[in-house]
């Protein structure tokens, strides 16, 4: 009789705590690209970019991938970037890919090298949020950053600013 009471307790406690608990992990594809600069070896704040991004939504349980970074020497001003109809070629190709592997969202780090030596951070960082379903632009977080500060500092505030556009999430 005593098995029998604690087999009905856990069973109470599994059906009133655990499977109420809403499943809110989602699918997350990312795109770092350099806009302004050749095709040349990734730079490493776009490496340093790549990394904030995959770390903070894996933190937060979502499921992420990344496709390779992808350098533009167009200017961030010559093309859209909030409607997937007219991405670049190379920023559809990869928009494409993430809808076709099944994922919810896709975020377009967009780092702004336009007149900047190697070497150098980007002017400015656009993340933008798209709802892939949808083909839906759900808004953008910019992040500008200092031009001095330690690595461990800037990678803190990197992260201060991705985890802004964890709340535009929407299922």
Do not use: C
């Not at 001003?77 to 076709?100: C, D, H, I, K, W």
């Not at 980007?122 to 953008?140: Q, Y």
Request: charged residues 20%.
């Amino acid at each position: 009789m005593a098995g029998r009471r604690a087999e009905r307790f856990w069973l109470f406690l599994f059906f009133s705590f655990v499977l109420p608990l809403p499943l809110k992990a989602a699918t997350v594809s990312f795109l770092v690209l350099e806009a302004g600069r050749d095709a040349v070896a990734a730079d490493s704040h776009s490496l340093l970019w790549e990394g904030s991004l995959l770390d903070v939504f894996f933190e937060e349980g979502h499921i992420v991938s990344n496709a390779p970074i992808q350098s533009l020497s167009s200017p961030v001003g010559s093309f859209s970037m909030t409607n997937p109809a007219q991405f670049p070629r190379e920023v559809l190709r990869e928009y494409n890919a993430a809808r076709s592997g099944g994922s919810d969202f896709f975020i377009l780090a967009l780092l702004d090298y336009q007149g900047t030596i190697e070497g150098e951070r980007p002017k400015s960082v656009a993340l933008r949020l798209f709802k892939i379903a949808a083909n839906e632009f759900l808004g953008e977080t910019r992040y500008t950053g200092g031009a001095s500060g330690s690595r461990p500092d800037e990678t803190a505030a990197m992260k201060n600013t991705i985890k802004n556009l964890l709340s535009r999430l929407k299922n």
